[in-house]
């Protein structure tokens, strides 16, 4: 009987190991695939950017949880396009035009963060579970982009916030697809 049992946790403790080896190494693997996604959606939207005059880029990602994923950019003239993908209340394409005052309370809030003097990335390729949030601001006729995903400064979430209420107070029209 000891035998039996002894053998019996043998295999669990083997199956275990194994298991635990192979869902590490798919982990790694999507951490490069989401890394690269990462970099692949930072060079889309910087090509978004060039094509008119932008205001804002503003893009939340995926994680392996119920994260809001979308994207918005917003022009200097106030117009907005944002796109909702996946846990938010919006999902699709919809636009709005943004008053002076709404853009103040970003830049404001930008400015007093520091923003145009942050990293341009924080990130930790080991952590796998969070989302990226991208932001891009448009000072002097130049788009400072910042990408934060693991352990970027406190203030970004005071301006993720700030932008987070400027977009739930606009009247946002569904676009034709």
Not at 32 to 50: F, N, Q, R
Not at 109 to 128: H, R
């Amino acid at each position: 009987m000891r035998i039996i049992k002894f053998v019996v946790i043998l295999c669990c403790a083997v199956f275990t190991l194994f298991a635990c080896g192979k869902k590490k190494e798919a982990v790694v693997t999507v951490a490069d695939e989401e890394l690269e996604s990462i970099s692949a959606k930072e060079d889309s939207l910087a090509t978004l950017a060039a094509q008119k005059d932008t205001f804002l880029i503003y893009h939340r990602g995926a994680c392996y949880g119920m994260c809001p994923i979308f994207d918005l950019v917003v022009y200097m003239d106030g117009s907005a396009v944002y796109e909702g993908k996946n846990f938010v209340d919006l999902i699709g394409f919809y636009q709005t035009k943004m008053d002076a005052t709404a853009l103040q309370k970003i830049t404001d809030q930008a400015n007093a963060i520091g923003y145009f003097g942050l990293e341009e990335k924080y990130d930790n390729p080991s952590v796998t579970d969070l989302p990226t949030t991208r932001t891009g601001i448009a000072k002097d006729g130049k788009l400072k982009m910042v990408a934060n995903r693991y352990k970027g400064p406190g203030g970004l979430r005071m301006l993720y916030e700030t932008i987070d209420k400027v977009i739930a107070a606009q009247k946002w029209e569904a676009m034709g697809k």
